[in-house]
């Protein structure tokens, strides 16, 4: 089991409550997760409720058919208990699922070229040498 991001992922779902999604076919123009994150692989995922304020991202892992994708790890979500962020409880209708990459999880230069998000000062003396 690998974390796999990928571009264009972007499917449809139908699935109510707190547990696993089931994924729907492919919106036009984009893939679905079993083509481009493979089976039994995490993902960086966002579900977004059609005409509601409901929305999550986390950490998702498909099933062995990559047809269900298990919300394990939940980042940010419209749902904030005390001052963590919490699994939403989806309302029926249309949601849009798909592969994303967290903004805290993001690595990028500042104005000044300083590197934000790097999990140390290693990494910013890698990524000096590499480039």
Sequence with gaps: ??????????VT???????AFT????????VAF???????NTTYYTIAG??????????????????ILTRTTIISSSNVV???YAVVDFSAGNKDVFCTLPAS????LDADGNT????????????AIAL
């Design 1 to 10: 089991m690998a974390l796999v991001i990928n571009d264009r992922v972007k």
């Design 13 to 19: 779902s139908t699935t109510t409550g707190t547990g």
């Design 23 to 30: 994924l729907g076919a492919a919106q036009n123009g984009f």
């Design 34 to 40: 079993g083509i481009s994150i493979g089976s039994l």
């Design 50 to 67: 059609s005409g509601t304020n409901q929305w999550e991202v986390g950490v998702g892992t498909l099933n062995n058919n990559s047809t």
């Design 82 to 84: 005390g001052a963590q």
């Design 105 to 108: 999880k993001a690595v990028y």
């Design 116 to 127: 934000v998000n790097a999990a140390g000062a290693g990494f910013a003396v890698a990524m």
